[in-house]
């Protein structure tokens, strides 16, 4: 180009770098898998050459088609933000990324789940004793049956006196407490479950223990 006093300058050339790699992403938090009394903490990293504009989270129960918007954030470190939202008991939620770069390329990124459950076990179902009983022993096993792959309980007033973790479908408790001698003995029992709901407690039936001799 030359101006009016007749210098010429020199052309200039534009480059333009057309993007069109989309972004790298994955959910870091929570793990695949697991349950949750509260709702989990939901993080996610993106890395892209360009700069990554923005992460978008949604969350979804299991059995619906539509995942549902949550927040989008737009710097490190990113993260959900789970506001008002009430999430059902007994529930198992996907989760799901958009990870946007500065091009507008787009990427999304799921595959994580995990269930949220505040529901206690049933009460456990006392057996043994089936009734009031006096016995003359050091000790006394209370057999019955609660949830599967609970931690079974038994209380002394407010202290643990015994308990017995089930495994896998096993129901069924056996456990042996100490008796105070030649007292009324009164236990309750519980079923907490694998993320820490307890049960109501159920009342064993009195435990008399009765070493004194009657005389003649």
Do not use: C, H
Not at 154 to 182: C, D, H, K, P
């Amino acid at each position: 180009d030359t101006d009016v006093a007749g210098n010429v300058g020199s052309d200039t050339e534009a480059v333009i770098i057309k993007d069109t790699t989309a972004p790298t992403g994955s959910i870091t938090s929570p793990a695949n898998g697991l349950t949750f009394t509260s709702n989990p903490p939901f993080t996610a990293s993106s890395n892209d050459t360009n700069g990554v504009s923005s992460v978008k989270f949604q969350y979804k129960a299991s059995t619906s088609d539509s995942f549902i918007d949550m927040n989008t954030d737009i710097s490190v470190p990113f993260e959900a933000d789970w506001g008002g939202i009430s999430l059902v008991s007994n529930t198992t939620y996907d989760l799901k990324i958009i990870v946007k770069d500065t091009a507008g390329n787009s990427a999304t990124f799921f595959g994580v789940s995990f269930t949220y459950d505040i529901t206690a076990p049933d009460q456990p179902i006392i057996t043994n004793p089936a009734s009031s009983i006096s016995v003359n022993s050091d000790n006394y096993s209370i057999q019955g049956t609660a949830e599967a792959g609970s931690l079974v309980k038994v209380y002394s007033n407010l202290s643990v006196v015994g308990s017995r973790q089930l495994s896998g479908a096993e129901t069924a408790f056996n456990i042996s407490v100490s008796l105070t001698q030649n007292a009324i003995n009164s236990f309750k029992v519980s079923s907490t479950d694998s993320v820490g709901n307890e049960s109501v407690k159920t009342t064993v039936s009195v435990i008399t223990e009765d070493s004194i001799d009657p005389g003649i």
